[in-house]
């Protein structure tokens, strides 16, 4: 079955970086859009960044864009997403997301940036 699996959250200073992972499984990665979504506390789910299939085009939310990239590497069935210039209204949890057939999340990651 389809899962997504989250890494590389944590603690970061403001104006850090950090770099999310996202591994697939049980599915055609290589045929698939993926996307990373957050959740602050207390606020709804937003997109962060999404990236096609081939990894040929991007999009960002407009407080992520030229601060955050997504990338991805079809042979290893992974999504990252390199965040820069982070600020405290970056905490939250980032997932991982796709749609085959339905949406699939994954666990969630969490980044906190404060001094």
């Known amino acids: 079955q389809v899962q997504l699996v989250e890494s590389g959250g944590g603690l970061v200073q403001p104006g850090g970086s950090l770099r999310l992972s996202c591994a697939a499984s049980?599915?055609?990665?290589?045929?698939?859009?993926m996307s990373w979504y957050r959740q602050a506390p207390g606020k709804e789910r937003e997109l962060v960044a999404y990236?096609?299939?081939?990894?040929?085009?991007?999009s960002y939310g407009d407080s992520m864009k030229g601060r955050f990239t997504i990338s991805r590497d079809n042979a290893k069935n992974t999504v990252y997403l390199q965040m820069n210039s982070l600020k405290p209204e970056d905490t939250a949890v980032y997932y991982c997301?796709?749609?085959?057939?339905?949406?699939?999340w994954g666990q969630g990651t969490q980044v906190t940036v404060s001094s």
């Open positions: 997301n796709t749609w085959v057939w339905r949406d699939y």
């Open positions: 049980g599915f055609r990665f290589s045929s698939y859009a």
């Open positions: 990236i096609t299939n081939a990894g040929g085009s991007t």
